[in-house]
């Protein structure tokens, strides 16, 4: 059993919404590289009020899109269960 198995749709979406800007849904749902990114991002954009925070805000929605269409997958290629 793969350790992705089995996330839902609705925490991946409720991660997203109020810790979207750090990256926890895409840990949650297996995506590490680019949790990492999201997670440096989110902390540079708090230290510098830059055009970082509007980067991660503009991923996180894209984000949210695609969990709500189902666009959104697990890292190991299953859909979110729903």
């Known amino acids: 059993m793969s ?3 089995g996330k839902t749709f609705l925490a991946t979406l409720l991660l997203c919404i109020f810790l979207g800007g750090l990256g926890v849904h895409r840990f949650y749902t297996g ?3 680019t949790g990492i990114i999201m997670l440096v991002l989110g902390l540079l ?8 925070g509007m980067a991660v805000f503009v991923w ?5 899109v695609n969990i709500c269409t189902g666009k959104f997958v697990a890292a190991d290629g299953s859909a979110l269960v729903r």
């Open 31 to 33: 995506h590490i590289k």
């Open 3 to 5: 350790e992705t198995q």
């Open 60 to 64: 996180m929605v894209i984000d949210i």
């Open 45 to 52: 954009s708090m230290l510098t009020f830059g055009l970082t």
